[in-house]
Antibody, heavy 118, light 107 residues
Framework: EVQLVESGGGLVKPGGSLRLSCAAS????????MNWVRQAPGKGLEWVSS????????YYADSVKGRFTISRDNAKNSLYLQMNSLRAEDTAVYYC???????????WGQGTLVTVSS | EIVLTQSPATLSLSPGERATLSCRAS??????LAWYQQKPGQAPRLLIY???NRATGIPARFSGSGSGTDFTLTISSLEPEDFAVYYC?????????FGGGTKVEIK
């Protein structure tokens, strides 16, 4: 069974940093591109970042470019999102999603809540 | 950035009725459009990818159609568990973008 479990969310002050993790199981992690998608409270979905299986293709939304860094450790079956210079508008539930094809998330984690507030 | 506009914002229907949801793109996305269902407190669930392909385990009452800029998700006969918010999403160009959602509520 495919499982994605996010962790690392919490309350952080503006300008602070957080590192999100996504632990994958039930599939060959190294063969799949992976993504982070977020959802602000009561709002719609925003595709934040994508990373190919081989690390060769990485994409960021303009809203996070230069502040967030996606990475993966295929030996640990894990995806990460390093978030720096956090802003109030980064407050959201962050989901990890596996790619069926590029840009099609077929399995999603339950999400981890990031709250940026003083 | 490709903007996706979903209509209507809210659809009030009864179980057993047919639901027709629309998604319009600001420029052609070919057939690179997906539909997701989201219930409160849950992650999105992939229903349809590349306009008309049902994802694994999705019931046949869900179908998708369209290409270019105009797309439709049809639920042929609403079941109680289908009342939720539905999002379209394009993967034609980065950044991948979502529509604002259509809430299907019980009338």
């Amino acid at each position: 069974e495919v499982q994605l479990v996010e962790s690392g969310g919490g309350l952080v002050k503006p300008g602070g940093s957080l590192r999100l993790s996504c632990a994958a199981s039930g599939f060959t992690f190294s063969s799949y591109s992976m993504n982070w998608v977020r959802q602000a409270p009561g709002k719609g979905l925003e595709w934040v970042s994508s990373m190919s299986s081989s690390d060769s293709n990485i994409y960021y939304a303009d809203s996070v470019k230069g502040r967030f860094t996606i990475s993966r450790d295929n030996a640990k079956n894990s995806l990460y999102l390093q978030m720096n210079s956090l802003r109030a508008e980064d407050t959201a539930v962050y989901y990890c999603a596996r790619d069926l094809f590029q840009g099609v998330g077929d399995y999603w984690g339950q999400g981890t809540l990031v709250t940026v507030s003083s | 950035e490709i903007v996706l506009t979903q209509s209507p914002a809210t659809l009030s229907l009864s179980p057993g009725e047919r639901a027709t949801l629309s998604c319009r793109a600001s420029q052609s996305v070919s057939s690179f459009l997906a539909w997701y269902q989201q219930k409160p407190g849950q992650a999105p669930r992939l229903l349809i990818y590349d306009a008309s392909n049902r994802a694994t385990g999705i019931p046949a009452r869900f179908s998708g159609s369209g290409s270019g800029t105009d797309f439709t998700l049809t639920i042929s006969s609403l079941e109680p568990e289908d009342f939720a918010v539905y999002y379209c999403q394009q993967r034609s160009n980065w950044p991948f973008t979502f529509g604002g959602g259509t809430k299907v509520e019980i009338k």
